[in-house]
């Protein structure tokens, strides 16, 4: 059974860093990424890790951002420097069984989904 649960999330000032969490059960060998929903918007793809350790950013976040996997502790985790107000959003992480597709997938196709973690960025 795959769990997700997300953690991290909180405010800080433009510039600033967080660090988001996301313990996952049941995922091993699947494909994972982050995603965001800030108000009034739908919700978008930010990065994602398939095994092998192939990772993909988003234009938006790259060198800003990094997604990474602690396969010993089955943690998703998303470094985020130089945070801006667009940044702010409610940050998801999600997995799914294929692989071969990874950072393809249609961001709503993604099969399984934590409850998200809260980010506000202020200027």
Same mark, same amino acid.
């Given at each position: 059974?795959?769990? !997700?649960?997300?953690?991290? %999330?909180?405010?800080? $000032? =433009?510039? *600033?860093?967080? #660090? ?7 995922? !091993?060998?699947?494909?994972? %990424?982050?995603?965001? $929903? =800030?108000? *009034?918007?739908? #919700? ?80």
């Amino acid at each position: 059974q795959v769990q !997700l649960v997300e953690s991290g %999330g909180g405010s800080v $000032q =433009a510039g *600033g860093s967080l #660090r988001l969490s996301c313990k996952a059960h049941g995922t !091993l060998g699947m494909c994972m %990424g982050w995603f965001r $929903q =800030a108000p *009034g918007k739908e #919700r978008e793809r930010v990065a994602t890790i398939a095994p092998g350790d192939v990772r993909r950013h988003v234009d938006s976040v790259l060198g800003r951002f990094t997604i990474s996997k602690d396969a010993a502790t089955s943690t998703l985790n998303l470094q985020m420097n130089s945070l801006t107000p667009e940044d702010s959003a409610m940050y998801y992480c999600a997995a799914d069984r294929r692989t071969w597709v990874c950072y393809d997938l249609g961001v709503n196709s993604f099969a399984h989904w934590g409850q998200g973690t809260q980010v506000t960025v202020s200027s």
